[in-house]
C-alpha cells in the first residue's frame, strides 16, 4: 500500500497553482505551503499542476522549485515532480555517471521494476539524454574497465549489467523446477568463485523471467553473506536481492541510511521514499518495524531535521 | 511502397470466409479462390477474416489452410497469415532452433526493424513461446559453443546476437560525426581481425541509435568483400549491411536465392515477399532491376512453379 495522502481529485488545480506562485512570492519561500500542495498530490495531479502553472505563469514549475529551495529538501522535491519513469531515468543518469559504487541504483531499478516499467524508463532515457541507456552503461563500465585493468571481471560486470537494463522478462508465471534447481547451483558458483566463468550466471539473470528466477533463488539460500570481492559480485548480488524480495531489499537501504552515517545517506532515503510512497511504502514500513522493532518514520524524525525532514514524513503519510 | 494489391476495406468478410469455406469443401482445394482472397487482403483484413471464420465455423483458418495446402505454398500461406510481429517471432524460433547457419535470419530480424518493431517481436515471442526472445538466442548459442570449442569467438557470437535482440535503440537523429569515425575504425578493425578483441564493436553496434550507425557505416566502407573468417564476423556483417541498406541487403538475399539452387531457397523468398508486401517490396524490386537488368517477377515465374508460385507473384502484385 502507498503512503501518500493525496487528496481527492475534485481539487482545484488553478487554486494549487495560485497558491505556489503565492508561496514563491516575496523574500523567502513559504516552504510549508509547497509541502502542504505537492505533499499530498499524486502523480498525475502533479502533471496538472506543472502544465497548469505554465499556462498561467510561463514558467517552469520545477525550475523555479529548484531555485527556491536548497540542499536535500530541493534534491528530493526535483526527483518527487518527475514522472516515475522519468524519475528513474534521471536516477540511472545520475548513478552512471557518479561512478562505480552507484551502480547498485542502476541494478536496483532495472530489477525492481516490471518488464513494461524498465522499458518505459529507458523511452524517458531516450528522450531526456538521446542516447540509449544500454549505450551509456557500456560506455561506462568500459572505460572503468580500461582503468581499472582487471579484465575479465570488468567484462564481466559490464555484461551483467548492460544485460540487465537490457532485459525484456517474460512476464508469465510459469516455472520450470528443474531448471530452477540448475540455474540455482550456478549462481550459487558465480557468487562464490572470484574467478570462476561468470557467463552463465550472467545468462540466466538477465534473461529468465522473474517467475523463473523467483523460483531459482529459493531453490538454494542465494542471499547468504557472501564475501562479495568485486563489483561484478556485488552487482549479482544486488540483483538476486531486488528481484527475490524488494521489500526486503529496500528495508535494509533504509536501515544501512538511518544507522551509517555518511554524506550520501538522503540520497538512499529520498530514492527509496519518492520512488514508493505512491506504490507500496507502507509495506516497506512494516517490514522495517518488524524486523528492527523501531518505526521508520521515527528514526527519520530522530535523524533528520529541517524541511526535508517535513516532506520526507509527509510523504511517508505522517503529518507534522 | 508496398506491392500487394489490397481490395477496398469496405470487401465483405463475411463473403470472404463463405468464399473459403466453399473452397475447403469437398474432395481438392479451390486453390485459386485460396489466393484470390488471401492474396489480396491486407494485415487488417487477413485478422478479421480468421476471427470471422472462427465465429462462422468453430475452426482456426490457419490450421485448416495448413491441411489443405502443401509444401513451400502451404509454409508461405502460414506465415501470410500470421500478424507482421507473430509471423517474426516465428522466423526468430525457426532460425534459433535450426542452428548456426541460420542465425542471420535473426540478425536480419532486428536489424531491419524498428526499435518499436523490435520490441513487438519481443512481446509476440513471450505470448508464443513462455519465455524471453534472449533467453532462447543465449541458451542457444551457449550450447553450440561447448560444442564447438572455440570459446573467446563463441562469447563474442552469443554477445554480438543477445546485444542485437536485446537493444533498444535511440530513435532520433542526432549525429555525432566524431563517434562516428573513431566507431568505424573499430568496426573495420573488428571485420578484419580474427583474433582480435571485439567487444567494443559489439558494443558499437548493439546499442548506438540507427541513424549514428548510419554516419558510422558511411564514414568507412564497411560492406566490402571480407573473408568472414567466424559465425561471429558472419552476424557482424550481416548486422552492418541491414541497418545501413537493408533494400539492397534484400536485393542479395533475393538474388542468392535465385541463382543459387538449393532446398532452402523457397525459405529466403517467401520470408522477403512475405515480410515485405506490405511495407516496401516494390522498392527492393526496383533496385534488383536496376542492379541484375532482369525484373524479380519474371525471374521467379522461370525458377518456380505450381500454386506456390501464383501465390508469390500475386503478392508482389502481378496477377497471372
Redesign the interface.
Known sequence: MATLNAISDKTSIAQDVEALHLAFKGLGTDVNTVIRILGHRNSDQRQLIIRAYKDLFQGDLIKRLESELSGEFEKAMYRWMLEPADRDAVLAHVAINQGRKHYHVLVEIVSVLSPEEV?NV?CAY?DRY??????DV??HT?GDLRQFDILKLG?DF??LL??LV???????N?INAKLAKTDAEILHESMKEKNGNH??AI?IL????KAQLLATSTATEMIIAYPLPSDFHKALHTAIRCISDYHKYYEKVLLNAITRIGIEREDAITRVVVSRAEKNMKDIMELYYKRNSVHLEDEIAKEFHGDYKKFILTLLGKEI
Chains 1, 2 share one sequence.
Open positions: 522499458l529507458r531516450h538521446k542516447r540509449s541507456l544500454e549505450e557500456a560506455a568500459t567484462f559490464e555484461h548492460v544485460g537490457s532485459a525484456f522478462r517474460y512476464g508469465g510459469e557467463e552463465e545468462r538477465t534473461t529468465r523471467s
